[in-house]
């Protein structure tokens, strides 16, 4: 699995990376390099697992939450760094049966605090990554019906980019987008000091369990990819630093897991009703 790298700001005008694992993401997500970014999902408050030997029956709407922790060392100084991330998104289902159609919107996503600086990537570009459809199956395990989804992928910031194919790695490739219209490639990741421009691709799939309530909760296996073409700081150079870090930086573990709520709305819903529940 490739790990996603954050830049680390220091108190110098110089960036070095802290971690692993996504966008979601994710990072999918932390970002810079590979990726992969986890964090363990508590369980709702006041649910336990039930063991389910009928078929569950899918609602038409839910909001999607990834969590992901890493911890990853650092060759320089032997430190260790525990970075969260978490991506929120928009699932729309459609049930045939043990069939089930998804498509997943991304709404937001919350990267972790880097070397006293937070990154932030603002929700109205996040959700201008395209919907994707997968497809999952209600299928009967040990302990009662378990949720499996195929995999499915989330891609910011560039586009006719084939799933097998790198993303690519220069920002003048006409493949490299303008998502946000801020004039740089790709999308940007917002600091107090500057603005990273990258391109993001998160792969995931789903496997978990029903639990009260009409949640389902289990883990993720995530892939993320995550390039950066450059920054908005002259007194830097984001794209080499983040690489040289990431050559001293060593994930020691990481975890991803998913919560599928249910969303209780009348009308169709949207990523505004996803938000509302944080």
């Not at 108190?11 to 971690?19: D, F, R």
Request: charged residues 20%; proline residues 6%; contains cysteine.
């Amino acid at each position: 699995m490739h790990t996603l790298a954050y830049p680390l700001l220091h108190q110098k005008p110089m960036l070095s990376l802290a971690s692993s694992t996504v966008f979601a993401a994710c990072a999918t997500l932390a970002l810079v390099g590979s990726a992969a970014c986890v964090a363990p999902v508590d369980s709702p408050v006041g649910t336990t697992d039930s063991s389910h030997t009928e078929l569950p029956t899918m609602a038409a709407s839910y909001s999607l939450t990834i969590d992901s922790t890493v911890v990853a060392t650092h060759e320089e100084d032997g430190s260790e760094s525990i970075l969260h991330t978490r991506l929120f998104a928009l699932a729309h289902t459609t049930q045939n049966g043990a069939e089930v159609s998804f498509t997943v919107q991304p709404c937001r996503l919350s990267l972790p605090p880097a070397g006293g600086f937070q990154g932030t990537v603002k929700d109205r570009t996040i959700q201008l990554a395209e919907p994707v459809a997968t497809t999952a199956r209600l299928v009967v395990g040990e302990d009662g019906y378990e949720l499996r989804s195929d995999p499915f992928a989330f891609v910011l910031g560039v586009e006719d980019v084939a799933p097998d194919e790198p993303l690519p790695t220069d920002g003048d490739d006409p493949r490299v987008v303008d998502v946000d219209e801020d004039d740089a490639p790709g999308f940007s990741i917002h600091f107090a000091m500057m603005r990273v421009f990258s391109a993001l691709r998160a792969a995931a799939s789903l496997s978990g369990r029903p639990v009260s309530g009409g949640d389902f909760v289990g883990p993720v296996e995530l892939e993320v990819e995550h390039v950066i073409y450059g920054d908005s700081n002259w007194l830097v150079d984001a794209k080499e630093l983040a690489e040289e870090a990431a050559e001293k930086t060593t994930v020691e573990s990481e975890d991803h897991r998913f919560v599928l709520e249910p969303l209780q709305v009348e009308h169709e819903a949207s990523c505004a009703d996803v938000l509302a529940l944080l």
